[in-house]
């Protein structure tokens, strides 16, 4: 069982930053991937960027490639979310997700992850 809590979700005005810190946690903690996603107001849920914890690749969303960046804090069991350039399209809640191998070729498919954190709200103002 592993688990997960985002942190750092808040009110930002369009063109600001915002740094989203996931923390992971469990007997098994070991994931392979580590994801972030979000899901806008009546939309499905949507990937944003995910961690290779072995390779240390990286991919990112169209929408966001430009504007975010994830990393891994130091520790193996923390991720780091870098958002710049916010939009008001941003908003959402953002979640945190771990998964294991079946992953490597569908990390964009939310239904891959397999442990959810329960997220952390992103607001963009104009």
């Known amino acids: 069982q592993v688990q997960v809590v985002e942190t750092g979700g808040g009110l930002v005005q369009v063109g600001e930053s915002l740094t989203l810190t996931c923390a992971t946690s469990?007997?098994?903690?070991?994931?392979?991937?580590m994801g972030w996603l979000r899901r806008a107001p009546g939309m499905e849920r949507e990937f944003v960027a995910c961690?290779?914890?072995?390779?240390?690749?990286?991919y990112y969303s169209d929408s966001m490639k430009d504007r975010v960046i994830i990393s891994r804090d130091g520790s193996k069991d923390t991720v780091v979310l870098q958002m710049s350039g916010l939009k008001p399209e941003d908003t959402a809640h953002y979640y945190c997700?771990?998964?294991?191998?079946?992953?490597?070729?569908?990390?964009?498919?939310?239904?891959?992850?397999?442990?959810w954190g329960r997220g952390t709200e992103v607001t963009v103002s104009t």
């Open positions: 469990g007997r098994n903690a070991n994931p392979y991937v």
């Open positions: 997700a771990a998964a294991d191998t079946s992953a490597t070729h569908y990390y964009t498919d939310p239904t891959k992850y397999r442990y």
């Open positions: 961690l290779f914890l072995t390779t240390l690749n990286k």
